[in-house]
């Protein structure tokens, strides 16, 4: 079992930055492909950035290429949402995830086993 807990959230202004943080629990972090999605309010979930197990691979949605860069640090558990250019649109409750399955369908949010309980992030233009 592991469990995600995500911080960095907040309000910021059109053109701002954050940086989004998820902490895993458990030896097996290291090995889960792991990704970020989004939902804002009426609308679905939404696939945003994902990150194989060894870094070695990164798939964004085409709205945040050239804008948020994931990253992975296994020694401490964590995977990074680095976002720049913030606009309104990418307001929504930021979600991390955990498959144990291999990079394949990383992008669906069925095939991801744990999540986070979110942070929002709200840009205002």
């Known amino acids: 079992q592991v469990q995600l807990a995500e911080s960095g959230g907040g309000l910021v202004q059109a053109g701002d930055s954050l940086r989004l943080s998820c902490v895993g629990s458990?030896?097996?972090?290291?090995?889960?492909?792991m990704g970020w999605f989004r939902q804002a309010p009426g609308k679905e979930r939404e696939f945003v950035a994902a990150?194989?197990?060894?870094?070695?691979?990164?798939d964004y949605v085409d709205s945040v290429k050239g804008r948020f860069t994931i990253s992975r640090d296994n020694a401490k558990n964590t995977v990074y949402l680095q976002m720049n250019s913030l606009k309104p649109e990418d307001t929504a409750v930021y979600y991390c995830?955990?498959?144990?399955?291999?990079?394949?369908?990383?992008?669906?949010?069925?095939?991801?086993?744990?999540w986070g309980q979110g942070t929002q992030v709200t840009v205002s233009s």
């Open positions: 995830a955990g498959k144990r399955t291999q990079w394949s369908v990383h992008s669906v949010p069925g095939a991801y086993d744990y």
């Open positions: 990150i194989s197990w060894s870094g070695d691979r990164a």
């Open positions: 458990g030896r097996a972090f290291n090995t889960y492909t």
